[in-house]
């Protein structure tokens, strides 16, 4: 049956004509991504503009956006083309394969129980594609480094408690670092000269070069910090000992 034609579909229909899941439809309507449809008694309806607007969330999600943008681009809430561009830039950084939660228990060789733990504490990141969680490669090579830290004999109670510390403080830099973005480089650029395309890549370009000299920044000076401190611990262990010696 030819649904070109037709001027409005029941949700099977719908799915049909846009390529896109009942199951993810009904979640874009949770995520009031898309609009409700109009009813007849017991029998909804979904007419061409929820169709227009399925195969616009398709071809942002294909650029890499995420949902929370997406619906920001499809309602004008964001500043159009260059925020695009910029959030499937920023997208792109964190891509990798999509894994369930079986799929990065069985790859890590670590429970789905420790996995829920993870994610609870902030450590893990999955992202809700279709209404499911989905997991990248960056969980599972946090998830591996995590259990060979444990093998080696670190408690999970302690190491866990670290690392939600961690998490707290990796936070507020980054949004320091994110605000620090906005105001210098992202706002200057949106009020400046040129077409929207300009700015859109503009704005890339910036991210591309900032991005991986940030993460550079902090992650050396962390290992820097790292190292300094061991030393003092091993020097002040070492102390403490000769005066166990001296006293013995």
């Known amino acids: 049956m030819a649904l070109v034609n037709i001027e409005r579909w029941r949700v099977e229909e719908l799915a049909a004509a846009s390529g896109v899941s009942v199951d993810t439809i009904r979640f874009y309507q949770k995520r009031r991504?898309?609009?409700?449809?109009?009813r007849e008694g017991r029998v909804a309806w979904y007419g061409t503009q929820h169709r227009d607007r399925l195969l616009r969330i398709r071809e942002l999600q294909g650029r890499g956006l995420p949902l929370n943008l997406i619906g920001r681009v499809l309602d004008g809430a964001s500043?159009?083309?260059?925020?695009a561009r910029l959030a499937a830039a920023v997208a792109g950084k964190a891509a990798g394969i999509d894994l369930t939660q079986d799929e990065l228990a069985e790859r890590t060789g670590v429970s789905v129980e420790v996995i829920d733990v993870l994610s609870a504490?902030?450590?893990?990141?999955?992202?809700?594609?279709?209404?499911?969680?989905?997991?990248?490669?960056?969980?599972?090579?946090?998830v591996a480094t995590g259990r060979s830290l444990l093998d080696v004999g670190l408690?999970?109670?302690?190491?866990?408690?670290?690392?939600?510390h961690y998490h707290e403080v990796?936070?507020?830099?980054?949004?320091?670092?994110?605000?620090m973005f906005d105001d210098h480089i992202r706002t200057?650029?949106?009020?400046?000269t040129g077409t929207a395309e300009q700015k859109a890549e503009r704005l890339v370009a910036a991210f591309e070069v900032l991005f991986p000299a940030v993460t550079s920044l902090v992650s050396d000076h962390f290992a820097g910090v790292l190292l300094e401190r061991a030393?003092?611990?091993l020097a002040e262990a070492e102390r403490h000992g000769a005066i166990e010696g001296r006293t013995a």
């Open 188 to 192: 200057p650029i949106r009020r400046g």
């Open 155 to 164: 408690p999970i109670d302690e190491l866990l408690d670290l690392a939600r």
């Open 121 to 142: 504490a902030g450590l893990l990141a999955p992202r809700m594609v279709d209404g499911k969680l989905r997991y990248s490669v960056t969980d599972a090579d946090l």
């Open 170 to 179: 990796t936070v507020d830099i980054a949004d320091r670092a994110v605000a």
């Open 33 to 38: 991504l898309l609009a409700a449809p109009a």
């Open 79 to 83: 500043s159009g083309d260059a925020d």
């Open 231 to 233: 030393e003092a611990a």
